[in-house]
């Protein structure tokens, strides 16, 4: 039986092709996408997992509204480094069609509870933006974390700098307080932060492979992905590409083996002037159970591989 996956996004560029790789994936069945803020505001975020999941070809998605603000604050703008690298849009200032669809009515954080009581073990949790929906899931039902099958979430750095400053990355630093709530919780969390997204580069070769399918989808995918390339020409020329960040937290979720992962007990600083940074949690260092892994490597070839071929196959067929 197929593993049930929640997305939970801020749908920007690498969030679309997150969705793209987790509809190729026959291994998981996408069974909702909960909406958060970062790349976009929720209700653009929202808008454009509705259209993109139209495109796809798989309107039978559910999207839910998450929080629209931080944990510990009561709004909520985006950064101008954020409307660069995804576009105004979110989506690479790529325009499709509105989905016909609305939101669900209930909200992102209940369906999360919901989706724990009903498919427990056999749901995979995969947060792509700030951890805030997942942190107050966990706050109104403790118990989810011992019954949740596994989360992996996109986010954080252990060996390698932020992409904010020398020591946060951009997905933890919007809400350090839940992310750290959600470290501290004891849930089964493995971190895929830039350790290993960097690693993971997609260039114009591989999109020009979508636009030579003359499909809707593989122009889409295209546009949207050169847009991204051609930001990462401005913010990180010494890549040579863009970082594959949230398909590769889907990846994982997938195939584990994608990974080497560190057995970790981890937290967040949320004070003082590392705010924001993943590291080790002293109190917990010699607890003999690590609730937590943070990827340090990954299998480059092996993970370009499936993500070509998986959203290559979907994107021929939409």
């Known amino acids: 039986m197929a593993q049930k996956l929640i997305l939970d996004l801020d749908t920007g560029v ?30 653009q975020g929202v808008r454009n997992a509705l259209a993109i999941t139209d495109l796809l070809g798989h309107p039978e ?7 629209p603000h931080s944990s510990t604050t009561d709004s909520f703008e ?41 498919y427990g073990k056999d749901l995979t949790y995969v947060p792509t933006g700030p951890m ?36 946060e990355e951009a997905n933890i630093s919007q809400d350090p307080e839940a992310a750290d709530y959600l470290f501290r919780s004891g849930a089964p969390a493995t971190m895929v932060g830039l350790d290993v997204t960097l ?36 913010t990180s020329p010494h890549l040579g590409g863009c970082g594959l960040h949230d398909p590769l937290a889907v990846g994982v979720a997938v195939d584990p083996t994608l990974i080497t992962a560190l057995p970790i007990n981890m937290k967040v600083d949320v004070e003082g002037p ?36 998986r959203i290559t196959a979907l994107a021929k067929n939409a």
């Not at 499709?96 to 999360?112: G, H, L």
């Not at 499909?215 to 990462?232: E, H, P």
Request: hydrophobic fraction near 40%; proline fraction near 3%.
């Open 61 to 67: 998605v559910k999207v839910y509204k998450g929080i």
């Open 78 to 118: 985006v950064l101008d480094i954020s409307a660069l690298i995804h576009g105004k849009n979110g989506i690479g200032d790529v325009e499709i069609p509105d989905s016909n669809r609305e939101p669900e009515t209930e909200s992102a954080v209940d369906f999360i509870i919901d989706a724990v009581k009903t």
């Open 132 to 167: 805030t929906n997942i942190a107050a899931a966990l706050k109104k039902a403790p118990e989810i974390k011992d019954e949740i099958g596994k989360i992996v979430l996109m986010g954080g750095a252990l060996t390698v700098c932020g992409n904010v400053n020398g020591w």
């Open 14 to 43: 690498d969030d679309a092709l997150a969705i793209s790789y987790a509809l190729g994936s026959p291994e998981v069945e996408l069974i909702g996408i909960t909406g958060t803020y970062g790349n976009v505001l929720l209700d």
């Open 274 to 309: 590392t705010r924001g940074r993943t590291i080790g949690d002293n109190t917990r260092m010699n607890d003999p159970v690590k609730t937590m892994k943070a990827a340090i490597d990954v299998d480059v070839p092996r993970f370009l591989n499936e993500f070509m071929t």
């Open 199 to 234: 690693q993971t580069l997609l260039t114009y070769k591989e999109t020009q492979i979508w636009r030579d399918l003359n499909t809707k989808a593989g122009k889409f995918l295209a546009d949207m992905t050169d847009y991204y390339i051609k930001a990462y020409e401005t």
